[in-house]
């Protein structure tokens, strides 16, 4: 089991920059999940799929966040244009579905100068 | 929505004692119930989880036990080791985790 990964593990961008973040779930996973790290708001869910459908996006800061799963083994998240507030390790994570242990990838450390 | 919260934020033990990180719920519907410990630097990782239907449940050094009445749960560490030292995180699941503020555990050798 390869476990959840994603790319790039930094990113280090100019303010203005699209940012893409990728995702691939565990092989059989049926829900994925993006959190945002930070010290001051700690581990915030930004939005969640099941089936490739997404299901919650509340948590989602603005317009200039986006997520996409076009697929069962891969999603996106996009940031454009990006901002130095956005900042901060994000976190792709898959369950087999509702209610079921979330296995979390190693995460992608953003920097936005 | 659920909110849960977290105490203490850090705690600092003697290798060999025991720790205790506790969390409360305010959604009576949430029925999942995981922790999570995160090293510095690295991804939280999933140490026992514990559903509605259970009150306790163990696993070596580490248990977790829940009360469904009072809407809280708490996780206990026997015989701390220092590579214990690190973030632990609790959370609620209905249709999705949300998770508490983390307790920074250190286990002074």
């Known amino acids: 089991d390869a476990g959840v990964i994603q790319s790039p593990r930094h990113e280090v961008t100019e303010m203005g920059q699209e940012v893409t973040l990728r995702c691939k779930p565990i092989s059989g996973h049926n829900s994925l999940f993006w959190y945002r790290q930070t010290m001051m708001r700690g581990l915030e869910l930004l939005i969640y799929?099941?089936?490739?459908?997404?299901?919650?996006d509340s948590g989602m800061p603005e317009d200039r966040f986006s997520a996409k799963m076009p697929n069962a083994s891969f999603s996106t998240l996009k940031i454009q244009p990006s901002e130095p507030r956005d900042s901060a390790v994000y976190f792709c994570?898959?369950?087999?579905?509702?209610?079921?242990?979330?296995?979390f990838g190693d995460g992608t450390r953003l920097s936005i100068l | 929505g659920e909110n849960v919260e977290q105490h203490p934020s850090t705690l600092s033990v003697q290798e060999g004692d025991s720790a205790v990180i506790k969390c409360t719920y305010s959604d009576s519907a949430s029925n999942y119930f995981p922790w999570y410990k995160q090293e510095l630097g690295k991804r939280p990782q999933l140490i026992i989880d514990i559903r509605s239907n259970v009150g306790e449940k163990k696993d070596q050094r580490i248990a977790v036990t829940l009360n469904k009445t009072a809407k809280h749960f708490s996780l206990h560490i026997t015989e701390t080791q220092p590579e214990d030292s690190a973030v632990y995180f609790c959370?609620?699941?209905?249709?999705?985790?949300?998770f508490g503020t983390g307790t920074r555990l250190q286990v002074f050798p």
């Open positions: 959370a609620a699941d209905t249709d999705k985790l949300i």
């Open positions: 994570a898959s369950s087999k579905g509702p209610g079921q242990p979330q296995h």
């Open positions: 799929f099941n089936n490739n459908v997404p299901i919650d």
